[in-house]
């Protein structure tokens, strides 16, 4: 398995979500964020106090955007011939198993990325058997 290639750290701005305003107070507003319209809502208008609104202030490093702590990026594989395609790109990819995905199939996958040093991040995902 290689190991990701040298990079600045990661760093989040923000891992709070971003609360749609009065979803606290009302069972029939969900939390997903929407932004208010409102002409006199308070959260629209910056008040001190109030929920933040997402902003591209928040947005993370291009460099070190959708990077897992480990330094690899998530790259689907549904077959052993999409593992193939991140043999060049073993240091930058790291290989997610898709959930359909059969427990034979899995087998397969996971051998063909150790041969080629792929990462596989669900690798003991449906491929144990119970005792």
């Not at 305003?21 to 959260?43: E, L, T």
């Not at 993370?60 to 052993?80: C, D, E, I, W």
């Not at 990325?113 to 491929?127: I, Y």
Request: charged share 30%; net charge positive; aromatic share 6%.
């Amino acid at each position: 398995m290689a190991t990701a290639k040298k990079r600045i750290p990661i760093v989040k701005k923000r891992t709070k979500r971003f609360n749609r305003h009065q979803s606290d107070r009302y069972k029939c507003v969900a939390a997903n964020w929407r932004k208010p319209k409102g002409i006199d809502n308070r959260v629209r208008r910056r008040f001190k106090g109030q929920a933040a609104m997402p902003s591209i202030g928040y947005g993370s490093n291009k460099k070190t955007r959708h990077m897992m702590p480990s330094g690899h990026k998530a790259f689907l594989v549904q077959n052993v011939n999409d593992v193939n395609l991140l043999l060049m790109h073993n240091k930058t990819y790291a290989a997610e198993i898709g959930h359909a995905v059969s427990s034979r199939k899995r087998i397969t996958i996971i051998s063909r990325a150790k041969q080629l040093g792929v990462k596989v991040t669900n690798a003991k995902a449906r491929v144990t058997t119970e005792v």
